[in-house]
C-alpha cells in the first residue's frame, strides 16, 4: 500500500500532459466516447491490449499495480485473464490502464482531471453512506434519497469512464504517429510494472534532433580572414624627421677680446705672488 502512495506522488511530478484532458476528450474523439459508454468492457479490452503494443506475453493482471498481479496465471492465457478482469474489475482495468500510460510517457494528470475523478468518488461514497443509513433507520425518505444518489452516481461514473478512456486512446493515438511522427518504438517490457521502481522513468517523448547540415550555411561562410595588401602598413617617417638640431645663430658667442693695453704691462702674471707651500 505505502509503494503505491508512494508511485501517486510520484506521479504528480511528471513533466508531460495528456493530449486531451476529460473536458475535452469528447471533443477529441466523439465516436469512441459514445462506443466506451455503451460498450465498456470492449473498450477497456482493446485499449489494454493496445498499450501493451497488442503483445500479450507482457500483460499482467492489472498491470502490475495490485497485490494479485502475477499470480493468477496470466502466462499460460493472457487473454482470459484479460477479460476476466475487465469483467469483475473494470475499475480497476480502466485505472491500471491509466497507470501504465502515465509511466510510460511521464503524464500528469490535469488538476481539473483531478476534481472530476475526486468528485466521482465522494459522490459515489456519499450514495453509499446514504443507502446504509436508509438500511438502518427504514426511513422511505432516506431511501428515496439515497436512490436519487446512486442514480447520479452511476451517471456521473459512467460519463467519467467513457471520456477517461477515450483520452486514453487519444494518447495512444498520438503514440502511434496518427497526429505526426511516431514518438518512440516499443519500451522494453520492465517499464510496464512500475512498483519495483523507485524513480520516474526517463520522458519518453525524446527532443528533437536536428538533421546533418542543419541550419545551412551560405556558401563560403564565414569567409576566410584576408590580410589587406602590406598591412599592417610599414610606419614611414616624414621627410626630414627628426629634424637636424640646429643652433641657434651666434651660438656659442665669440670669445671676447680683451680690450687694448689690458692687464697693463707690469701687472704680474696669474698665480704670482702667491705662498709657496
Known amino acids: 500500500m505505502g509503494d503505491q502512495v508512494e508511485k501517486m506522488k510520484l506521479r504528480q511530478n511528471y513533466a508531460n500532459h ?59 492465457c493472457p487473454e482470459f485473464c484479460l477479460c476476466t478482469e475487465v469483467c469483475l474489475c473494470f475499475a480497476n482495468s480502466v485505472a491500471s490502464t491509466r497507470f501504465m500510460l502515465q509511466d510510460e510517457f511521464n503524464l500528469q494528470t490535469t488538476k481539473c482531471d ?11 461514497q456519499l450514495a ?91 556558401h563560403g561562410y564565414p569567409p576566410p580572414q584576408q590580410q589587406h595588401q602590406g598591412y599592417p602598413p610599414p610606419q614611414q617617417q616624414p621627410q626630414g624627421y627628426p629634424p637636424p638640431q640646429q643652433q641657434p645663430q651666434g651660438y656659442p658667442p665669440p670669445q671676447q677680446q680683451q680690450p687694448h693695453g689690458y692687464p697693463p704691462v707690469n701687472y704680474p702674471p696669474p698665480g704670482a705672488g702667491n705662498p709657496r707651500s
Not at 19 to 40: G, I, K, V
Request: charged fraction near 15%; include cysteine.
Open 18 to 76: 495528456w493530449h486531451t484532458d476529460l473536458m475535452r476528450a469528447t471533443e477529441s474523439d466523439p465516436l469512441y466516447c459514445c462506443f466506451s459508454l455503451w460498450c465498456p468492457l470492449c473498450a477497456s479490452y482493446s485499449l489494454r491490449k493496445r498499450a501493451l503494443y497488442n503483445d500479450m506475453s507482457r500483460y499482467t493482471c492489472c498491470g502490475g499495480y495490485m497485490p494479485c498481479s502475477g499470480k493468477c496465471g496470466e502466462r499460460h
Open 128 to 218: 453509499c453512506i446514504c443507502s446504509l443509513i436508509a438500511c438502518l433507520t427504514g426511513s422511505e425518505e432516506i431511501n428515496d434519497a439515497a436512490q436519487i444518489l446512486r442514480c447520479l452516481s452511476d451517471v456521473v461514473y459512467c460519463t467519467v469512464c467513457s471520456c477517461m478512456q477515450t483520452q486514453h486512446k487519444v494518447e495512444m493515438d498520438k503514440r502511434d504517429g496518427k497526429f505526426g511522427p511516431r514518438p518512440m518504438a516499443v519500451p522494453p517490457a520492465q517499464q510496464m510494472s512500475r512498483l519495483d521502481q523507485g524513480h520516474p522513468p526517463a520522458q519518453a517523448y525524446p527532443p528533437m534532433q536536428q538533421p546533418h547540415g542543419y541550419p545551412p550555411q551560405p
Open 114 to 124: 483531478n476534481c472530476i475523478i475526486g468528485f466521482m468518488f465522494c459522490l459515489n
